[in-house]
C-alpha cells in the first residue's frame, strides 16, 4: 500500500479496561499523523498541452539545478517562448524532506549509474563499481576556483561578477549570521534560494566532534562560505522551514503558469537535431508519450543535462570525438575531442572510530521524530541524514583553499541504520559489511566521510551504444595520479589524530579497522593502510564535473566563456559538466550560480536590457 494512502483502523487490545473513547481517540491521531503528511506539499501541476513539430525560442533539456533557473529567467522575457524538457517526473515528496534525501535513490527518480570495473580501483564494492545516483525529477565555494576559471582566459566569470551571480539567486535569512555586517554583505537577500540552517537543534555529540576539530586545529567559524573557507562549522542549506529548497521549488513552481512557458516531464531527448552542412542546431528529437516526436528552436537549444546526459546527448548527436563516435556507428558531425573528457568526481573515503557513546536512537523516538515532522517540521527529518556539520583542512595551515572536507555520520550501538546504509550508497562487499556491522554491536561508530577536494584525476564518458536509452560508460578513473593517493593518505591522517582529543578520549574513542583482504596486513593508520583502503574502497559524492568543460582552446573544450558549443550554432551547454577544475565544496550551489550566469548572457546576447542585475 502506498504511503500516501495510507489508513490506520485501530483495534489494538489493551489490558486497561476501557469504555472506548481512549482508543478512539488515539486511532483518530493516527490517522489524521498518517493523512496530514499528504498536506506538506502541493499536487504537482501536469504536463502543458505541446504538438509534435511545435517551435520555441528556446528548448532547455534538463530540468535539475540550472534548467529550473534558466526556465524563469529566460521566461522573464514575455515575447520568448519558453519549453522545459525532463526525462523524469515531477518531484518525489522525500526530495523535500532534508532527512529523507536518500529516499529517491535507486528509484524512477534516479538515473543509477554505475562507473565501470576499471580493475584497479573499487575492489571491495560490489561488482568492482561506484554507484553514482543522479536526480532524474524537477530540481534534481570560494573565489579561488573561479579565479583559475578567469586566468585560464573564461573572461565572462571574472570571481566579482560570479559572487554577483550568487547573490542574485541567495536570500540569506539566517538571523545569525544576518548580525554580522560582513557575512551580511556577502550574501544575497532578495534571491529565491533562501540560505539558512536546517530546521534543527544539534546533537550533543555533533557539539563535541566540533570542540575536537577545534583541538586539531580546525577551528570553528561562522560561515564557512564567508572569506576564508578554512575551519568547520554548521552547514548552511538551501533550507526553509524543515523543507529542502531545490530550484524546481523555489525557481519553477512560482512561475509555472506563465503563459510562454511549457514544461514536459517524462520526456527523454534522444539528440539535438543539426544541419550538417551550417553545423546549426535547430531542435531536439524526444521520445515522449510512447512517440518519438520533434521540437524546435528558433533561437536556442540549450543543454542542462548535466555531467554524465549532457555528454551522452552531445555525442548521440555527432558532436564529439570521431574516432570514437565512428566505432559506435554515429555518423561526426563536429569533432569535438573534449566531450565527455576531463571528468573529475568528488570522491568519499570512509574512516571509522568508535566509541562507548551514544547509544541508538529508540524505536519510538524514530516514529516520534516523524510526527514531529508532519506537526511543525522540526525534528530529526528536519535535518541532513547526515550530521549538519562539516570540516574544511589543508596540509598546510596558511593554504590558500582547502584541500580536504570531512562530513559525519553518528551511528548508535548496534544500529539498524548502519545496516541500511551499508547496504545501499557504499555497496560495499559482505565481509567490509560484517566487518563494520560486528564492530558496531558493542560500540558507537562516528564514520568519517573523507574528500578529496582538488584531484589531479580525470576520467571520460563514452557512448555505450548508438542507442540513447543505453546508458553511457562512466570510467571516473579515481586515483589514475599517484598524487591524489599521497594526499589523500596526508589529510585522513590528520584526521585520525581526532581520537586523542579530550572528547574522543572520554568515550574510549578508537580507530576502527575496516576489513579487507588486501589491506589486513597492513599496520592500523598506516600510510600504506590508508592507500590501501583508499583505493579499494571509493564511494562518491555525487559531485561529478567537466565532461562539456568551459576554455579557449577547442582541443581541450567544449564551450566558450559565454558557453556555447564549439564550433556548433544556437547550442549552450548550461550545467555542471561545463566547470574546467573542480572547486572547494558542494556544487549545487554552483550550479545553481551557472544558471543564473547562463541566463544572463543569453540575455545580453539577445540584447535584452538589465539595467539592475550585477550578474551582468
Known amino acids: 500500500m502506498s504511503f500516501f494512502s495510507i489508513s490506520l483502523d485501530y483495534n489494538a487490545s489493551c489490558l486497561s479496561p476501557t469504555t472506548g473513547t481512549a482508543p478512539d481517540t488515539f486511532a483518530a491521531a493516527f490517522n489524521f499523523f498518517a493523512a496530514a503528511q499528504c498536506l506538506l506539499y502541493d499536487k504537482p501541476l501536469p504536463d502543458d498541452n505541446i504538438e509534435d513539430g511545435a517551435t520555441y525560442d528556446f528548448i532547455i533539456v534538463g530540468g535539475g539545478s540550472a534548467g529550473c533557473v534558466l526556465a524563469n529567467r529566460l521566461s522573464e522575457v514575455k515575447k520568448w517562448k519558453i519549453l522545459l524538457i525532463e526525462a523524469g517526473p515531477s518531484p518525489a515528496i522525500e526530495s523535500y524532506i532534508p532527512g529523507l534525501d536518500k529516499g529517491i535513490f535507486g528509484t524512477i527518480y534516479d538515473w543509477q549509474y554505475y562507473t565501470q570495473n576499471d580493475g584497479v580501483t573499487n575492489k571491495a564494492n560490489i561488482n568492482n563499481t561506484v554507484y553514482w545516483p543522479r536526480g532524474k525529477m524537477l530540481g534534481g565555494s570560494n573565489d579561488f576556483d573561479y579565479q583559475r576559471w578567469y586566468d585560464a582566459g573564461n573572461k565572462d566569470w571574472s570571481p566579482s561578477t560570479i559572487r554577483n551571480c550568487f547573490k542574485k539567486a541567495e536570500s540569506l535569512q539566517d538571523q545569525k549570521l544576518a548580525r554580522n555586517q560582513g557575512i551580511r554583505n556577502f550574501y544575497g537577500s532578495k534571491g529565491p534560494l533562501v540560505i539558512n540552517t536546517f530546521n534543527s537543534t544539534l546533537r550533543p555529540e555533533t557539539l563535541n566532534v566540533l570542540d575536537a576539530w577545534n583541538e586539531l586545529g580546525i577551528k570553528t567559524v561562522k560561515d564557512l562560505n564567508y572569506a576564508n573557507v578554512m575551519g568547520s562549522g554548521i552547514i548552511r542549506a538551501t533550507a526553509y522551514n524543515g523543507h529542502r529548497g531545490s530550484t524546481y521549488e523555489v525557481y519553477l513552481k512560482p512561475i509555472r503558469r506563465r503563459e510562454n512557458l511549457y514544461v514536459i516531464t517524462n520526456a527523454f531527448v534522444r539528440k539535438v537535431l543539426i544541419y550538417e552542412d551550417t553545423k546549426e542546431v535547430n531542435g531536439v528529437e524526444v521520445q515522449y508519450g510512447g512517440k518519438i516526436i520533434n521540437f524546435f528552436a528558433s533561437k536556442e537549444v540549450i543543454l542542462s543535462a548535466g555531467t554524465i546526459n549532457t555528454p551522452q546527448i552531445l555525442m548521440l548527436s555527432g558532436i564529439g570525438p570521431k574516432e570514437h563516435l565512428e566505432s559506435k556507428n554515429v555518423r561526426c558531425i563536429v569533432d569535438l575531442p573534449a566531450v565527455g573528457k576531463y571528468l573529475q568526481d568528488h570522491l568519499i573515503i570512509p574512516v571509522t572510530i568508535f566509541g562507548d557513546e551514544p547509544e541508538e536512537q529508540s524505536q519510538a523516538k524514530q516514529h516520534f521524530g516523524a510526527i514531529q515532522y508532519i506537526y511543525n517540521q522540526t525534528g530529526p527529518l528536519a535535518q541532513n541524514s547526515f550530521t549538519d ?25 548496534n544500529s539498524p541504520r548502519l545496516v541500511r546504509y551499508l547496504n545501499s550508497i557504499p555497496r560495499y562487499k559482505q565481509s567490509v559489511r560484517e566487518s563494520l556491522i560486528n564492530q558496531n554491536k558493542n560500540s558507537s561508530l562516528y564514520l568519517f566521510l573523507f574528500t578529496l577536494l582538488h584531484p589531479y584525476s580525470t576520467g571520460f564518458i563514452y557512448l555505450n551504444s548508438s542507442d540513447p536509452k543505453d546508458h553511457p560508460l562512466i570510467y571516473a578513473k579515481y586515483f589514475n595520479d599517484t598524487r591524489d ?26 580507530l576502527g579497522r575496516i576489513s579487507w583482504p588486501e589491506c589486513d596486513g597492513f599496520e592500523l593508520d598506516s600510510d600504506k593502510y590508508w592507500s590501501c583502503i583508499a583505493i579499494n ?32 550554432k544556437n547550442l549552450r551547454v548550461i550545467d555542471a559538466s561545463v566547470m574546467m577544475s573542480h572547486i572547494s565544496g558542494n556544487t549545487n550551489g554552483p550550479v545553481i550560480m551557472i544558471g543564473e550566469r547562463g541566463a544572463n548572457l543569453i540575455k545580453r546576447d539577445y540584447g535584452i536590457d538589465q539595467p539592475n542585475d550585477k550578474c551582468y
Do not use: C
Not at 570540516?391 to 562530513?407: D, G, I, S, V
Not at 589524530?497 to 578508537?510: A, D, L, M, P, Q
Not at 564511494?539 to 573544450?557: E, I, L, N, W
Open 537 to 568: 574502497m571509493v564511494v562518491s559524492v555525487y559531485h561529478p564535473v567537466g565532461t562539456a568543460r568551459m576554455g579557449t582552446d577547442r582541443k581541450t573544450s567544449v564551450v566558450n566563456s559565454k558557453l556555447k558549443v564549439n564550433d556548433v
Open 485 to 510: 593517493i599521497d594526499a589523500t593518505v596526508d589529510g585522513i591522517k590528520k584526521l585520525t589524530e581526532i581520537v586523542h582529543t579530550r572528547f574522543f578520549k572520554s568515550i574510549n574513542g578508537r
Open 389 to 413: 556539520v562539516v570540516a574544511l583542512y589543508a596540509r598546510k595551515r596558511r593554504a590558500l583553499y582547502p584541500e580536504f572536507q570531512n562530513h559525519l555520520q553518528i551511528f548508535g550501538k
